[in-house]
């Protein structure tokens, strides 16, 4: 099986850069995405509570999932020196799912070094849909693992 892999975006360098405030996305019904519920020990995050805000966010959220991608682990205040956002495709001829890895690195905390979230979309025929999320990070030299890990950092 051949991997597709497209890099979106660019590479933010944010050190030392003023952030603007987040802007809130908000669904017809006026409610807002506040971020990704906590995850559970095996580093997955449940994915329910994000597809019902898609019912109601803009629409351009649900037809792209580098736009929900970015939605749902809230870039729009990053605070890591890097952050990037990349697309994979199983195949140029499947495009029913695709996964989207968003990492941030070099987060101004003295355990955590950088998260990862893995998310994982499902075409359903007119929109895409969160089927899986997980989220592993990377501690600081010295604070534990050094590799991405659902294991808490000390």
């Not at 996305?25 to 994000?50: K, L, M, R, Y």
């Not at 990053?78 to 690195?105: C, F, Q, R, W």
């Amino acid at each position: 099986m051949r991997t597709v892999t497209a890099v979106v975006g660019v590479t933010l360098l944010l050190a030392g850069c003023a952030e603007e405030p987040a802007k809130e996305t908000t669904g017809t019904s006026g409610t807002a995405w506040e971020g990704p519920p906590a995850a559970d020990e095996s580093g997955s995050i449940p994915v329910d509570t994000f597809n019902a805000f898609l019912e109601t966010a803009d629409p351009r959220l649900s037809t792209s999932p580098i736009r929900a991608a970015v939605e749902f682990v809230g870039y729009g205040e990053p605070l890591a020196l890097t952050t990037s956002v990349v697309l994979e495709k199983p195949s140029l001829e499947d495009v029913d799912e695709v996964t989207v890895t968003a990492t941030s690195d070099g987060l101004p905390d003295d355990s955590v070094r950088a998260v990862r979230y893995v998310l994982e979309f499902e075409w359903g025929g007119h929109d895409w849909r969160l089927s899986a999320a997980t989220l592993s990070q990377r501690c600081q030299p010295g604070r534990g693992h050094q590799g991405f890990s659902p294991e808490l950092c000390i």
